[in-house]
């Protein structure tokens, strides 16, 4: 533990922000958090609008760091593969990753963060406050302005240092913004589509009422609806889908018939899963799906955005949450390295962290048109194949772009994402151009030699003329 009187002030006590109070609590610093909403672990705050979350490779090494993966892994729920259901109501389990040992986990939002805020406050210099909301930062002088939600009376807060992991909708990131003091750059994108949380309930007897280790996807082109598992045997399932397009969107799925119908001609099979859908669907919000890019992240050594403050992304490759995480990890390694001189961990951590954020917050659109729409395309399903042939047989050589991301924490989000593209585009040629096919005979090791050896020097040619064209940047 470091000796340090330093007062550490976090806006937000989401999952970035209790991790990081955490970690900067074992490193001995005075840390006082603020948080918006009641504490989570005396009152059910989810309405409705908590995505199940896809815990994986990237999001472990952060909880690696505070020492607390057994404690952990007792909320996960191992997920393998993509079960996809078509319209006719037949179902086929994708795989993640040719490898037996590689799978991402379903796990619940507020059990994690109610265990991250259990261990933060288990350190005396770490103080956590709840029901406080940032109203303003001032950034130059340091110092936060809260107001209290249960006695409405505002306060300022001065800290050595301000860090805000306040989320989407960040105090400081508007601050920043409104503040004209310096260059800020700032963009926030939306999908045309929403979400709305449903839900399959258990059995009566508390079992599942169908396969428990995987995330289940009905692709249906423009819309679709996923499922993740829970400890209690539910399944939380989140429909995406237009506000304005298409035969039914969020606009018009107006009544309990209407609403019906829709899961009748596109889900018969979820739907008979489901007798609570409308009560879900009329009692839930429909939220937005929004992509936050912003630069620099920091001002001076004062303060410093994080997380989804920072960078928010949309959920369809399941990394919001382990990018957050893998933050807390980046960080905590400047941090060693350059102790106590705020501006130059800021700085270091801005500059080398966006690069990678970016790219996560591009890969997860390309996955939100690939789960609604591509998985179900027999060209994909090819592809996927061989992937999975060539991962299971040359498990050190071969990474698909989706393990690259997930399961290769070591590789940068944005080297995974120029390769792993590369290497879709290689494969994807070839398929078409009939150079390799599906290996139907996966055991025949000197016919999968050779697809490796075709797709690798392909892949060398594509990131050879994406270069050239300038689209490696």
Sequence with gaps: MENNQ??????????????????????????????KRPDLRKTDISAGRSINLAFSDRGNKGIKLVGLEKKVKALCIPMNGRMLHDKDGNSFLSNYSGRAHEYINSISRGG???????????????TIHFNTECKSVDFENTTALFKNLITNKEF????????????????????????????????????????????????EDGGYKTYKNALHIWPRGEFMV?????????????????????????????????????????FPDALELMPNLVDDFFENPTAPLGTVKCSP???KGNTLLMGDSAHAIVPF????????????????KILEKHKGDWEKVFSQFSKTRKKDTDAIADLAIDNFHEMKNHVANPLFQQKRKIEMALENHFPNTYFSKYSMVTFNEEIGYREAMILGR??????????????????????????LHQILEKIQHETEAVLKDDKIAGLEK
């Design 297 to 299: 992240w920091h001002y």
């Design 422 to 447: 590369a290497q879709d585009k290689a494969i994807l040629n070839m398929l078409v151009d009939r150079d390799i096919t599906t290996p139907y005979d996966p055991s025949n090791i000197d016919m």
């Design 156 to 203: 300022a807060e001065e800290a050595d240092c301000i860090i805000a992991t306040d989320g989407a909708g960040s105090a400081l990131r508007k601050s920043y913004y409104l503040g004209n003091k310096f260059l800020f750059s700032f963009s926030q994108e939306y999908l045309t589509h929403g979400y709305k949380e449903l839900s399959i309930l258990p059995n």
């Design 112 to 126: 994690l963060n109610a265990l991250l805020l259990d261990e933060a406050e288990e350190h005396p210099n770490v």
């Design 226 to 266: 996923i499922a993740l598992p829970n400890l209690d045997g539910s399944f939380t399932v989140t429909l995406f889908l237009s506000y304005d397009e298409g035969e039914y969107n969020f606009n018009n799925l107006t009544t309990p018939e209407r609403v019906t119908d829709f899961f009748k001609n596109e």
């Design 6 to 35: 330093q007062q550490i002030l976090i806006i937000g006590a989401g999952l970035c922000g209790s991790l990081l109070a955490l970690r900067m609590g074992q490193r001995g610093y005075n840390v006082t958090v603020y948080e």
């Design 317 to 332: 490759y399941g990394q919001g949450m382990n990018a957050s995480f893998e933050d807390v990890v980046e960080f905590d």
